[in-house]
Antibody
């Protein structure tokens, strides 16, 4: 059974860099899937941050692209997220998930089938 | 404000049917497939529907999805108290972004 587990600091100060790791177990990251990061501010909806393929190919949310870097370590079964220059608006539960992506003709199917439990990151001075 | 529009809340009695709408545009729902997620309080989202109307293994057939033009709908029949949750639609946009609706809170009266 595929399991994902987020880890990283839960409290940051404004202007610091958020760094999170997603450890995948029960499945090799070396496969035809993207691995995604998403977040959910307290009491609000879901926001996609970006996705990375095992080859290192990435897609980022345009609204966060200037501050986001994702990486993948296939030998460790881990993907990582870095978000720099954080503010209070970046306070959220951060989830990692497996993203399934296919294209038939011009129609893209893109969804997230396995999710980690999420980790709360608070940005406060 | 989300690009995909969902009603903030819906409610129905146990055993009844409820539908949740998700409205987008030609660049997202109009061009690509829709997925739906259920988020129980304090938990991670769970995939309910993918590719507009397909259910992952283990999802009961009380949950169904449909899409027409730039809108999609999630239907839940035989409502149970355990269905109380937030529901999100999701899709891909031609701007190369994954999008979500703002979420709909389902109350089973």
């Amino acid at each position: 059974q595929l399991q994902l587990q987020e880890s990283g600091p839960g409290l940051l100060k404004p202007s610091e860099t958020l760094s999170l790791t997603c450890t995948v177990s029960g499945y090799s990251v070396i496969n035809s899937y993207y691995w995604a990061w998403l977040r959910q501010p307290p009491g609000k909806g879901l926001e996609w941050i970006g996705s990375i393929y095992y080859t290192g190919n990435t897609y980022y949310n345009p609204s966060l692209m200037s501050r986001v870097t994702m990486s993948i370590d296939t030998s460790k079964g881990q993907s990582s997220l870095k978000l720099n220059s954080v503010t209070a608006a970046d306070t959220a539960v951060y989830f990692c998930a497996r993203a399934l992506n296919s294209k038939v003709g011009e129609v893209v199917t893109y969804y997230f089938d396995y999710w980690g439990r999420g980790t709360l990151v608070t940005v406060s001075s | 404000q989300s690009v995909l529009t969902q009603p903030p809340s819906v409610s129905a009695a146990p055993g009844q049917k409820v539908t949740i709408s998700c409205s987008g545009s030609r660049s997202n729902i109009g061009s690509n497939s829709v997925s739906w997620y259920q988020q129980l309080p304090g938990t991670a989202p769970k995939l309910l529907i993918y590719d507009n109307n397909r259910r992952p293994s283990g999802i009961p057939d009380r949950f169904s999805g449909s899409k027409s033009g730039t809108s999609a709908t999630l239907a839940i029949t035989g409502l149970q108290t355990g269905d109380e949750a937030d529901y999100y639609c999701g899709t891909w946009d031609t701007s190369l972004s994954a999008l979500f609706g703002g979420g709909t809170k389902l109350t089973v009266l």
